[in-house]
């Protein structure tokens, strides 16, 4: 972290806009006498922030956050430094932010609600929705073995965690289909780039991979970051990763998590059984490349500019600059 | 609208923030087995995304949306032009564009509709939560007297109506007090950019009043475009607004509309209260100032910059540069 400001930011553009979404008619959009219950409302599309540097020979970078967070996952981190959206942008990349279907910018539907409140359908049917509580994030972010506990060596900003559980919000996840429509809707993004890397997060992690399964047009790379789940080599079609470019990356402290540890040999099976099959996976731990004292959310740690070095190197050798 | 690309946008530092917030327990955060159903969730906090020009000279200005949406209306417009976000950046305001609470990227609380699928609380306590359908908001934005009738001349971009409609999310204000927890985050979000105009929209028009009410410290002045309600003379402590620079602004077509035009009634004796007891408010229509054809959500329409210019020119007036 510098003591100086950085020097300012040119951007040849900036801006939002959507992918993907579909009209849904409802009788229970609403139980506020103000606005009427019956009417049509888009779900599922996806919301994009953009920003592009002066004549970019980089390719566009899609940063794709994990479970119960949103975009500001790579935004400014919670002590005040730098995001990977700017970081990566001041690299050279074109930055894509998006908030998945269903949070943050991104609309869901309140009809299951309102029909449950008027009586129209049973409480059963009320979505899962949940929130992760400070306390039980606090082992699934790997801070620690358990509330409040401190892995020795951690690089989060744990002083400014207040500033970090303000970025959570409930999750509609487990109520969506699967793939969940942010998967159509990357796949139509990276299209619109003609060609993009997609970097996902935990939740997000299976979401390239998804894509790449639905159509690998507009897909360069895929970076896995700790991914939740990486593809099943029993059940899926591995021949859709051939000869593409793929990085599973793992942070510090995974073996002692009885959450992660397990996901980490999936993925690693994975990648064992996808390069048989002719793909160009690879995984890394950060401890194995010199960097230590992560947590899960690595593109926050107080070491998140190491890390995103490493990653740029990384993209310019597997999907190099343009001339 | 210019054919040409704008010039490159030179930042001096952009990023996001959160102001206000406090911590709840619940035991119904969730109900899905990989999360907890008890902890602590952070709420009522708003999400802050800035952009700051290189030695502004002009005072931050703090965009604030209204009903259904979120921060994404001051950005790029539905059918790609540049959003107000931007525009103001570069006439040399630093902007702040909020999420409300409880949408958008700031934070709800799904606990209730938890205690209600679980059982634990009955379904008629769920929160009145909304969305406005296409056919509802027509009229509502004033695109026509009626959906799917368009008023004549009107500036709305319709044929890019579809991206608009994906900007629209659930409400969930019916559900919170009075003032809106993005009340008293405004005034915490004024004071720390130690003077700011609060310039809001619709349903959040009587926020900046409410700040003002709370605490004047930090407001320089108050844009209310369109707003859904004024303080009322009647009730209202006006003494607050002494000497503030106060610009009520409403679009065209406000006559033609049952829902509007009251609410114009109302600002107008609140301006002429207002002004008798000391403070500095005016009433725009747009159609006073030469500029026709805007619907309620003027900063998207094909004219938007228009009306930023003269925005900009009020502002200059009232709340003048720095030397």
Redesign the interface.
């Known amino acids: 972290m510098s003591a100086e400001?950085p020097p300012?930011?040119?951007?040849?553009?900036?801006?939002?806009?959507?992918v993907g979404?579909r009209?849904v008619s409802?009788e229970t959009?609403?139980?506020?006498p103000a606005?009427?219950p019956?009417?049509?409302?888009?779900v599922d599309?996806v919301?994009v922030?953009y920003q592009v540097p002066?004549a970019p020979a980089r390719p566009p970078l899609v940063l794709i956050h994990g479970c119960?967070l949103?975009?500001?996952t790579w935004?400014?981190t919670p002590d005040?430094r730098?995001?990977w959206d700017?970081t990566f942008v001041r690299k050279g990349f074109p930055t894509y932010v998006i908030?998945q279907s269903w949070r943050?910018?991104?609309?869901?539907?309140?009809?299951a609600?309102?029909a449950?409140?008027t009586?129209a359908a049973a409480?059963?049917t009320?979505?899962?929705?949940?929130?992760?509580?400070?306390?039980?994030s606090w082992a699934i972010f790997r801070f620690g073995p358990e509330y409040p506990k401190v892995f020795d060596g951690m690089q989060f900003p744990l002083e400014a965690q207040?500033?970090f559980?303000?970025?959570?919000?409930?999750d509609w996840s487990?109520s969506l289909p699967v793939p969940n429509p942010t998967v159509p809707a990357l796949s139509e993004l990276a299209k619109r780039l003609k060609g993009a890397v997609l970097i996902s997060h935990s939740q997000s992690g299976i979401y390239p991979f998804q894509v790449a399964a639905l159509d690998r047009t507009g897909l360069r790379a895929i970076v896995a970051l700790e991914p939740a789940a990486c593809p099943d080599p029993a059940k899926d079609d591995l021949s859709v990763f051939k000869d593409l470019p793929i990085l599973v990356l793992f942070a510090d402290y995974v073996d002692e998590s009885p959450r992660w540890a397990p996901r980490l040999a999936q993925c690693r099976a994975f990648v064992t059984t996808a390069n048989a099959a002719g793909s160009r996976a690879e995984l890394i731990l950060l401890p194995e490349i010199g960097i230590h004292g992560n947590s899960h959310m690595l593109m926050q740690d107080k070491n998140s500019q190491d890390i995103a070095d490493w990653l740029g190197g990384w993209i310019d050798k597997r999907v190099p600059p343009k001339g």
Chains 1, 2 share one sequence.
């Open positions: 400001p300012p930011l040119t951007l040849s553009a900036q801006g939002s806009f959507f979404g009209d409802s959009l609403s139980t506020v606005y009427a019956s009417g049509t409302v888009t599309q919301y922030r002066v119960c949103t975009g500001k935004e400014t005040g730098m995001g700017e908030d943050g910018r991104s609309a869901g539907n309140p009809s609600i309102n449950a409140k009586g409480p059963e009320l979505p899962p929705l949940f929130s992760a509580g400070h306390e039980s207040g500033e559980w303000k970025q959570m919000v409930p487990a």
